[in-house]
């Protein structure tokens, strides 16, 4: 993305180096509200998602992306406010930590329950937001279970949808590609770690 000095003018700085997902987009989003249509906001942050979950952002809420570059181990980003958005409010940040905190405690319990088949097969998405839609969308019908990605699969922020059964983490990936749901890819537990089998 080519731009130019003017471009990266910023209005307001926002240093979140070392604050871990989802509290740098939550600190971003919450910034960028109260700015002025047209205004620039710097963000530096070292969270290893935190691209990707701008690009998820703007792509939900019309604000534009000036430049986002890697400088060793922080990611720098330039954010411009645009006037036709849609920021989500702090009570949709509450409610995102509050689904944080709800599929940790699955995990545990699927981990603690010795009488369940533990899963074997994860599908990943582009975003949190796509594996939410997607647990709504298919409603257990699988015995699929929302749960949070492995840092194995991705060290970042995310989730995944965990099955048992290869044929039927495949049959379940087609259909939510199918429906256009933003799934990534499908893997298999293998020991402690996890190998990608498809696509």
Known sequence: ???????????????LTGLSCPVPIVMTSETVK??????VLKVVATDPG????????ARQTGNE???????????VAYIRKRSETSEPSLIYWIK??????????????????????KPDHFITFVAISEGTRAEKFLNGRFGEVL????????????????????EKALEVYELLRREGFGVEAVYRK?????VKIYP
């Open 147 to 166: 749960i949070p990605i492995p840092d194995e699969i991705d060290p970042r922020c995310g989730v995944v949808l965990a099955l048992r059964g290869r």
């Open 190 to 194: 293998e020991g402690r770690g996890y």
């Open 34 to 39: 109260r700015m002025k249509e047209g205004e």
């Open 65 to 75: 992306i000036v430049s986002v570059e890697r400088e060793g181990d922080k990611t």
């Open 1 to 15: 993305m080519k731009t130019t000095k003017e471009d990266r003018k910023a209005d307001k700085s926002l240093d």
């Open 96 to 117: 995102f930590h509050a689904l944080g905190v709800k599929l940790h405690l699955r995990l545990f319990l699927i981990k603690l329950n010795p009488f369940r088949r």
């Open 50 to 57: 935190y691209e990707r979950d701008l690009i998820s952002w």
